[in-house]
């Protein structure tokens, strides 16, 4: 498996809650994602970042921030959790050396707000 | 935009047997990439197999090889000797080679049981 951390691992919180979902990696890879997968485990992207100080939103509209200061960590934020946020997160990463480098993905986290 | 269809929620197979996962795709790109992911009930996802668009032969990992047939956008999976472990989420997903953006569209996934 590869290299890549995500806490906590499960998460449950109450509605209005500041939370912080973490993911590093040690892989030394240039390029990181955020996808969100729902219940009927469907994935869609919703951030990613090229390197340090470089983020992007992806394809589905999410609520959530991220921010890229460091190489290997790449942390996602909600400043007020919603029942609707309630998904599991999964973190990936990738090189940025060429066209198609596969992605690698953490253990995700599982959120429920309640 | 990208699209993938998985048109099988759920299959299930007899461990040893030989199944096969559909996918197909749409795009205007001559140029992309395609992957199968699998992930394992509460555990990561992980990497069957890559393909390459340009590449007209098909990539084969051990077990794992894929009917990549471009003019009809396809994309299969075949599992040989199916195995307990084999058992888990599958996932098609489409990564475009232009603008370097490298962002995988999934499919809906297919749920694999193998039995014994």
């Known amino acids: 498996e590869a290299d890549i951390y995500q806490t906590p691992r499960y998460l449950v919180i109450g509605t209005g809650k500041k939370i912080t979902l973490e993911c590093s990696q040690t892989m030394g890879h240039d390029k990181m994602y955020w996808y969100q997968q729902d219940p009927g485990m469907e994935l869609h992207l919703i951030h990613y970042?090229?390197?340090?100080?470089?983020?992007e939103k992806g394809d589905l509209s999410s609520e959530s921030t991220v921010s890229r200061i460091r190489t290997e960590h790449f942390p996602l934020t909600l400043e007020s959790a919603r029942p609707s946020h309630t998904s599991q997160y999964l973190c990936?990463?990738?090189?940025?050396?060429?066209?198609?480098?596969?992605?690698?993905f953490g253990p995700g986290t599982r959120l429920t707000v309640l | 935009a990208q699209t993938v269809t998985q048109s099988q929620p759920e299959m299930s197979v007899q461990e040893a047997e030989t199944v096969t996962l559909s996918c197909t795709y749409d795009t205007s790109e001559s140029n992309y990439y395609l992957f199968w992911y699998k992930q394992p009930p509460s555990r990561q996802m992980i990497l069957v197999i890559r393909?390459?668009?340009?590449?007209?032969q098909n990539a084969t990992e051990n077990r794992f090889s894929v009917n990549f047939q471009k003019a009809a956008k396809s994309f299969s999976l075949k599992i040989s000797d199916s195995q307990l472990g084999d058992t888990a989420m599958y996932f098609c997903?489409?990564?475009?080679?232009?603008?370097?953006?490298?962002?995988?569209?999934f499919g809906k996934g297919t749920k694999l049981t193998v039995n014994p």
């Open positions: 997903a489409f990564m475009s080679s232009q603008g370097g953006s490298e962002k995988l569209v």
């Open positions: 393909q390459e668009a340009y590449k007209q």
């Open positions: 970042s090229y390197g340090v100080n470089s983020t």
């Open positions: 990936a990463s990738s090189f940025r050396r060429g066209d198609g480098d596969t992605q690698y």
